[in-house]
Nanobody, 124 residues
Framework: QVQLVESGGGLVQAGGSLRLSCAAS????????MGWFRQAPGKEREFVAA????????TYADSIKGRFTISRDNAKNTVYLQMNRLKPEDTAVYYC?????????????????WGQGTQVTVSS
């Protein structure tokens, strides 16, 4: 079992920044790939970013590329999502997810564990 707890969401003006954190406990964190997804009201949950077990490989959705950065600290069992130049369309609940095994995935179904989510609201 892996437990994931997100934090760092909030209300920010357009152009601002937030850093989300996801603290993991339970099964070995360093062996898992990690991902961030988001879900806006009335929309499907969509992929945002992912990082492999070591942190040496990352991938991003086109909509956030160049603005968001995913990173991880295996010593702290934590994955981060640094979000810069936020836009109103980034407003969503952001979810952290863990995929057993170290390989990156962008497909929601490939992830085994999910956090409860943290709300990010970007005002115009």
């Amino acid at each position: 079992q892996v437990q994931l707890v997100e934090s760092g969401g909030g209300l920010v003006q357009a152009g601002g920044s937030l850093r989300l954190s996801c603290a993991a406990s339970g099964r070995s964190f360093s062996g898992n790939a990690m991902g961030w997804f988001r879900q806006a009201p009335g929309k499907e949950r969509e992929f945002v970013a992912a990082i492999n077990f070591s942190g040496g490989s990352t991938t991003y959705a086109d909509s956030i590329k160049g603005r968001f950065t995913i990173s991880r600290d295996n010593a702290k069992n934590t994955v981060y999502l640094q979000m810069n130049r936020l836009k109103p369309e980034d407003t969503a609940v952001y979810y952290c997810a863990a995929r057993l095994g170290g390989l990156i995935a962008t497909i929601r179904l490939f992830y085994n564990y999910w956090g409860q989510g943290t709300q990010v609201t970007v005002s115009s």
